[in-house]
């Protein structure tokens, strides 16, 4: 006669530990299993593995699996701009990898529908996105960073045409993707304050905001309106980040600031945030960004720089969940 040992003794070996009970009666096997941590293909998959092992044992009739699992507390963060052209693209991926560095489990969601540049910079360009259902499942950078883009769905060189309400409906495809068990998601919006990046704000309710600038004051205009953007949906600012900060000429070793110096620093304190640092104009940032490989990626005295600003980040991130 069958007995729920003989179903605990078929269950595989690295199943086994994911397994909380197991009740037969009537032929019916009943298998609760915990799923924590695991993202809705990986728990499916669980489900079906065992299904197929206790459904294989002599006297089991129909084989029930219930899956239990914590709800991850994921945090988010949005790295926004009030123009394009600042760097904020460059800044997500370093930051995503510096904070992965740092022994989070961290996502990037490339938010930038018209103009999407995290594949490339995270060597991602060639991978195909899969989905099962209507649900989205992120690739896997090699800097173990899970990413998602419309730069991955759409033929390269390829226009998207889009008016709003479609654009907004990509993006919450891409938020509400299968991020299993990450922790943090940094948003790289689109530059701008419409219409777009407001109600993205409000609906996924990011724990924070980093603005990005460079020193010269037209960009430092457009940041103080995203700050203000990020204002009237209720989103913290973590910071400001000066980018292209100064210009190290690699043949004279000169310092030169083609975009000024300091005004982003100076406008943080006018604007009471905090501000975050300052990521130089350099060749060697521009050169590994273009071919895949984030400063931060590699012990370089560029993405030192980068790490930095996501360690007050992360500073940030556990002071909003304590």
């Known amino acids: 006669m069958t007995s729920e040992a003989d179903i605990k003794a078929a269950i595989p070996s690295e199943l086994s530990a994911m397994v909380r009970s197991v009740k037969l009666a009537d032929g ?88 999407p540049s995290q594949p490339l910079l995270l060597g991602t360009a060639n991978d195909k996105v899969r989905a099962e259902g209507n649900t989205l499942i992120p690739t896997q950078s090699e800097f173990g960073v899970k990413m998602l883009s419309m730069g991955q769905l759409i033929e390269p060189g390829k226009a998207i045409a889009w ?32 219409d777009v990046q407001l109600t993205m704000l409000q609906k996924f309710k990011p724990a924070g905001a980093v603005v990005v600038s460079t020193p010269q004051d037209l960009a430092l205009i457009d940041a103080t309106r995203a700050i203000d953007l990020f204002k009237q949906a209720q989103v913290p600012i973590v910071g400001l980040v000066e980018n292209m900060a100064g210009y190290l000429c690699p043949d004279c070793g000169a310092i030169s600031n083609p975009f000024g110096q300091g005004g982003t620093e100076s406008a943080a304190q006018a604007l009471g945030v905090p501000f975050l640092g300052r990521i130089p104009l350099a060749m060697e940032i521009r050169v590994a960004s273009d071919t895949g490989q984030p400063p931060t990626a590699n012990d370089t005295q560029h993405g030192a720089h980068f790490a930095g600003i996501a360690a007050q980040i992360a500073q940030f991130l556990g002071a909003a969940k304590g």
Request: glycine share 16%; aromatic share 2%.
């Open 163 to 194: 008016r709003g309400p479609m654009v907004g409906q990509a993006l919450g495809q891409l938020m509400e993707a299968d991020w299993g068990d990450t922790e943090l998601l940094l948003i790289d919006l689109p530059p701008g304050t419409g």
């Open 28 to 115: 019916v096997a009943t298998i609760i299993a915990d799923a924590g941590g695991l993202g809705r293909s990986a728990a499916a998959q669980l489900q079906r593995e065992l299904e197929q092992a206790v459904g294989a044992v002599e006297g089991v009739n129909e084989v029930r699996v219930a899956l239990m699992a914590d709800k991850v507390q994921r945090q988010i963060i949005a790295v926004g701009s009030g123009k394009g052209g600042v760097g904020k693209s460059t800044l997500t991926a370093n930051l995503a990898v510096a904070l992965a560095n740092q022994g989070m489990k961290v996502g990037v969601v490339d938010a930038d529908i018209y103009g």
